[in-house]
């Protein structure tokens, strides 16, 4: 039987009872009345009690265990709780470690067992009550916090690409003007052009990754590489800033580390190229100098901080020396959290945002591993960190070069004064070395022979709202000796695809009329008669984040390109996609 009446306008705690024995249940009611609660419904079963709470949606149930019916109380608290959210405390005579477990099992807020005396009911509910405010509250606090999350991610995205469309015009602009610049102050004056906005790009990809890397959006992906490999690629990429500061650069790997290992190389080459980089910049004279090791073997106290994980892997030790400035001792810990430099007025002599070091310390955590340095004011600083890689599977080492072939290859010997390869050295670039975005920028156009097709000449078609964007890439199309024809939008791509043979077309993704995504969905779909459905397609974008690349192949796309272009990296995709469709003769 169910004894019901509207919820007061109180603002007294609403309660319902559910207990089988009326006389119970009206005792209860009375003593929780006396105490200042409200009961707007009493009710016998577990069916009843279920369709009370979602009707009145009480702040607390007393629930007894034992109930007439089908439905039990524990039953009828499991479901009240997961429909409705309201806190149930049970009431009960049976106290046995069987009926307790089962009870625990629907989460309840608290547990009395009859008979019990007022203050125990009192502060039973009280508690309860209390907690499920908690909860509440910190339930809202979590949803709004995931979707600030949510927003934010959404807003750095969108300004990501916005950035990057502006900068994609600065800066392939920039280099075209190069190209046509005789006068030795005009390069002078572009080349300043340049230094700032890869300044600008490398701030902005920091940014994004310390705010993904704080919403924890960030992942590793693992996959087998070579770690002399790594080293070299970030040495190669401050050869041109080391040699116009007159620094020697040298690197070294350990000839007993695995040639192959596993792990993540693009997260492992932000951190090293970050360090080696500051080295760099922060030195005048002198050397900067990488040297890689393993864990030492024999049992020690670094072995068992840093242990060397599964068999065949290997926990590595990193070390970046230099001969700068130096760091004091009071900063050497501080230097790793966000917004943090080495002094007051290193941000306004050196530039940087004090976001490098952070990140580079989440990242190795990430990796298993930890970051520290040491230093000597003015005589030059030493950072190390470590990193656990797993064993690389035996298809990929059967295959790797030995660890004791020279580390520089035929583009610098393992110890060598840092020098461009090819005559003078360009006008050094700050922040010519690999990120996780791709920051570095090769030599500018100026720099590439006119002529160097990877076989023969291809007829792309470049689809891109940007008047600007579309002439930086048929000029770089044209340089490598391929013909191309614009469009402004997916339509307008459309129609010049039926009207006319292509090779291959770049593709914007967001364009107004129709989008790259609906674009290329026609053309797979042979929606549009004279348009090939296996037509190369390739992704021309700046939405340039994690899982982007991916994204953009999952649908559809054959290759990908992101903005800032980078003539390097422009080439050598499309002719990737050509090899792949058969366009041009493979190797």
Same mark, same amino acid.
């Given at each position: 039987m169910t004894q019901s009446q509207p919820i007061p306008e109180s603002s007294r705690?609403?309660?319902?009872?559910?207990?089988d024995e009326q006389i119970v249940a009206l005792d209860i009611r009375r003593t929780l009345e006396r105490l200042g609660y409200a009961v707007p419904a009493m009710a016998a079963d577990g069916e009843e009690a279920v369709r009370v709470a979602g009707e009145l949606r009480p702040d607390l149930v007393l629930m007894d265990i034992r109930l007439r019916g089908t439905m039990d109380g524990i039953e009828a608290a499991g479901r009240i709780s997961t429909q409705y959210g309201v806190p149930v405390v049970f009431l009960t005579a049976f106290s046995d470690?069987?009926?307790?477990? $089962?009870?625990?099992?629907?989460?309840?807020?608290?547990?009395? !067992?009859?008979?019990?005396e007022e203050r125990e009911l009192h502060s039973t509910i009280e508690v309860a009550l209390l907690k499920h405010r908690a909860v509440r509250e910190l339930d809202e606090a979590r949803r709004a916090a995931e979707n600030a999350s949510i927003a934010k991610s959404a807003f750095l995205a969108g300004m990501s690409h916005e950035i990057r469309n502006s900068l994609n015009g600065i800066l392939g602009m920039t280099d075209l003007a190069l190209e046509s610049a005789g006068d030795e102050e005009q390069r002078d004056h572009l080349v300043t052009v340049l230094e700032s906005a890869e300044t600008l790009l490398a701030l902005l990809n920091d940014v994004?990754?310390?705010?993904?890397?704080?919403?924890r959006q960030i992942r590793l992906v693992e $996959?087998?590489?070579?770690?002399?490999?790594?080293?070299?690629? !970030?040495?190669?990429?401050?050869?041109?800033e080391a040699a116009r500061r007159g620094l020697a650069l040298s690197w070294r790997v350990a000839p007993e580390i695995p040639p192959m290992l596993a792990g993540d190389p693009v997260r492992l080459t932000q951190v090293l190229a970050n360090l080696v980089g500051n080295a760099v910049k922060f030195t005048h004279a002198g050397v900067v100098s990488v040297e890689v090791a393993p864990v030492p073997s024999p049992p020690s106290l670094f072995e068992s901080l840093f242990p060397p994980g599964e068999p065949g892997g290997a926990t590595l030790l990193f070390t970046v020396r230099d001969t700068g400035i130096g760091i004091a001792e009071d900063r050497l810990e501080s230097i790793f959290d966000m917004y943090a430099q080495a002094s007051e007025d290193t941000g306004a002599t050196y530039g940087g945002a004090g976001l490098g070091l952070a990140i580079c310390r989440q990242l190795v955590g990430m990796m298993g591993g930890s970051i520290w340095a040491r230093s000597t004011p003015g005589a030059g600083s030493s950072f190390h960190f470590t990193c656990r890689l797993r064993p690389a599977p035996a298809?990929?080492?059967g295959v790797a070069r030995a660890a004791t072939t020279a580390p520089g290859g035929p583009d610098c010997p393992p110890t060598c004064p840092a020098a461009p390869a090819g005559g003078a050295p360009r006008p050094a670039r700050p922040h010519d070395q690999p990120s996780a975005h791709s920051?570095?920028?090769?030599?500018?156009?100026?720099d590439l022979q006119p002529g160097e097709p990877a076989g023969r000449s291809l007829h792309v078609l470049v689809a891109d709202d940007s008047e600007v964007a579309r002439t930086i890439a048929a000029r770089l199309l044209q340089r490598?000796?391929?013909?191309?024809?614009?469009?402004?939008?997916?339509?307008?791509?459309?129609?010049?695809?039926?009207?006319?043979?292509?090779?291959?077309?770049?593709?914007?993704v967001e364009m107004p009329r129709m989008n790259g995504f609906e674009t290329l969905r026609r053309i797979r779909n042979s929606m549009h008669p004279g348009v090939s459905p296996a037509l190369p397609v390739v992704a021309m974008t700046a939405h340039a984040l994690a899982g982007d690349r991916e994204r953009m192949l999952a649908a559809g796309m054959d290759g990908y390109v992101a903005k800032p272009i980078q003539p390097a990296a422009f080439h050598e995709e499309i002719a990737r996609v050509a090899r792949l469709a058969g366009l041009v003769r493979q190797g």
């Open positions: 705690p609403s309660v319902v009872i559910v207990d470690a069987a009926t307790l477990e $089962r009870a625990k099992s629907c989460g309840p807020f608290g547990f009395l !067992v009859k008979p019990f994004l990754d310390f705010s993904r890397l704080e919403a $996959r087998p590489f070579e770690p002399a490999a790594v080293v070299r690629k !970030v040495m190669r990429s401050v050869q041109s298809a990929q080492a920051a570095s920028r090769p030599a500018p156009l100026s490598r000796g391929h013909t191309c024809s614009t469009a402004q939008d997916g339509v307008e791509a459309l129609t010049r695809l039926a009207a006319e043979r292509f090779d291959l077309v770049l593709l914007n």
